[in-house]
């Protein structure tokens, strides 16, 4: 199972988790942007890295690669002015977003589980070419 089939599976598996609660439910996998499928193989890659990583220090991982990007805290989600009300530390995060960073880690490292992890190199595909070294998970 490759990361991108591991990230595929934890922003669907979201999507159950914010049909549950109420909250607007993120478009499936094939409609999000590459930028923001990028980000979520990127996110596994760190898990792949760090298996013993804390749903904080993902979050942390998240929150440093979206500050690189020229992120800020914002009170919404604002593409244009790149700012989100997640660039917070992980306790100040809301219950409900704290759980999504467990599921995120859980799933993947349910994942990891599997089998033997070889060395890929992953390539997200969209226009600032992403690129790292990560682990992969036999198919």
Known sequence: MSPTVIAELTHESNRVYQKSIG???DPHWDELPDGKK???VL???YILGHPNCSPSDLHQAWCDHYLGQ???VGVTRDVEK????NMVPFGSLPLHQRIKDHLFLNIVQICMACGKIPEQTV???DDTACQST???LPS
């Open 70 to 72: 020229g992120w800020s």
């Open 43 to 45: 996110g596994v890659g």
């Open 23 to 25: 909250q607007e439910v």
């Open 38 to 40: 990028a980000a979520k």
């Open 123 to 125: 390539s997200t595909g």
């Open 82 to 85: 790149k700012q989100h009300p």
């Open 134 to 136: 990560v682990p992969v």
